[in-house]
T-cell receptor, first 110, second 112 residues
């Protein structure tokens, strides 16, 4: 099963960068790493994904370790709207038995 | 607007009464999936579909059925609901495995 390990919770001050870590030691060479977030009372929302290289988009950056066994989601300037549960997942070629896990609950302090 | 639409959003039903939760996407996605979310257990995959007429079990398929007769629709069927199926359900779709998945707004089901 595609299992990841993340801290249960993290806290950040508003407008400061946030680094959310994820361990995925059993990842295979063809698995993409995905990050989603879930705001209260909403469905999960895609944030970013990557395979080997670091990735940037309008929401965040994804830093992937050279051995691909861990990754870090970087929110460059946390806002109150970024308070959510962040999930790191990876899927096999068929997304077989994707496991979201409990994720990291991010609190943003004004 | 690109979206995944689930219906109903809220449902209270009795044990044993068959029900269907519909899921429809307007993005011509091949991949669709159902998850349930329970406190302390996170999101767990129930079933997924790689394309029309192709479905497979996820992590917790017991008590559920799905069908994929058309690309846009992926209904979740509970033939005989039980109280342990009380949960928040999410449908998701994507162009193909490994790409961004879009989630619906969820269906909160209570079985009494």
């Amino acid at each position: 099963d595609a299992k990841t390990t993340q801290p249960n919770s993290m806290e950040s001050n508003e407008e400061e960068p946030v680094h959310l870590p994820c361990n995925h030691s059993t990842i295979s060479g063809t698995d993409y790493i995905h990050w989603y977030r879930q705001l209260p009372s909403q469905g999960p929302e895609y944030v970013i994904h990557g395979l080997t290289s670091n990735v940037n988009n309008r929401m965040a950056s994804l830093a992937i370790a050279e051995d691909r066994k861990s990754s870090t989601l970087i929110l460059h300037r946390a806002t109150l709207r970024d308070a959510a549960v962040y999930y790191c997942i990876y899927g096999g070629a068929s997304y077989d038995k994707v496991i979201f896990g409990p994720g990291t609950s991010l609190s943003v302090i004004p | 607007e690109a979206q995944v639409t689930q219906n109903p959003r809220y449902l209270i039903t009795v044990t044993g009464k068959k029900l269907t939760v519909t899921c429809s996407q307007n993005m011509n996605h091949e991949y669709m999936s159902w998850y349930r979310q329970d406190p302390g257990l996170g999101l767990r995959q129930i079933y997924y579909s790689m394309n029309v007429e192709v479905t497979d079990k996820g992590d917790v398929p017991e008590g559920y059925k799905v069908s994929r007769k058309e690309k846009r629709n992926f209904p979740l069927i509970l033939e005989s609901p039980s109280p342990n199926q009380t949960s928040l359900y999410f449908c998701a779709s994507g162009y193909r495995v490994g790409t961004e998945a879009f989630f619906g707004q969820g269906t909160r089901l209570t079985v009494v």
